[in-house]
């Protein structure tokens, strides 16, 4: 089985894309991804990061400062994704595999994002107290 993006997936990605060059990058990393799913405002990764108590403002504001600014400002379809964004969404499919499904949905992006906890979106997320088991835990109880 080769697991799919689902749209909302699709447009978290293409959101991560909007959200580098609006930080003036020339890479889609983690963070953009992480980003992306915030701004999509749906599906389950949202309900699981409020129901552990995340503050989607307050988180995005110190992603934001997390970040290293830029002035590239690259085309949009020039941002190439980073290597531990890649990796990041190759653990989404694999996440997707464990649960036998055939659709990547915004939880396995959001796991693949916290299984690697040295990237950006990782370490920022467990600032708030929130990681890869919390994430898993929190899941199963929906």
């Not at 799919?4 to 959200?19: L, P």
């Not at 990393?29 to 389950?44: A, M, Q, V």
């Not at 503050?55 to 690259?74: C, V, Y």
């Amino acid at each position: 089985m080769d697991p799919m993006f689902t749209e909302d997936t699709k447009k978290a990605i293409e959101f991560a894309r909007d959200e580098a060059g609006r930080h003036g990058h020339s890479f889609i990393g983690t963070e953009h991804i992480l980003l992306g799913l915030i701004r999509l405002d749906r599906g389950r990764a949202i309900e699981v990061l409020t129901k552990l108590g995340l503050d989607l403002d307050e988180f995005k504001e110190r992603i934001a400062h997390a970040m290293h600014p830029s002035e590239d400002n690259p085309a949009a379809e020039q941002v190439p994704l980073t290597r531990q964004a890649l990796i990041a969404l190759e653990q989404s499919a694999q996440e997707a595999e464990t649960r036998e499904s055939k659709d990547i949905e915004t939880e396995d992006l959001l796991l693949g994002l916290l299984k690697h906890e040295e990237t950006l979106a990782a370490r920022v997320l467990i600032e708030f107290a929130i990681d890869y088991y919390k994430v898993l835990n929190e899941l199963r109880n929906l």
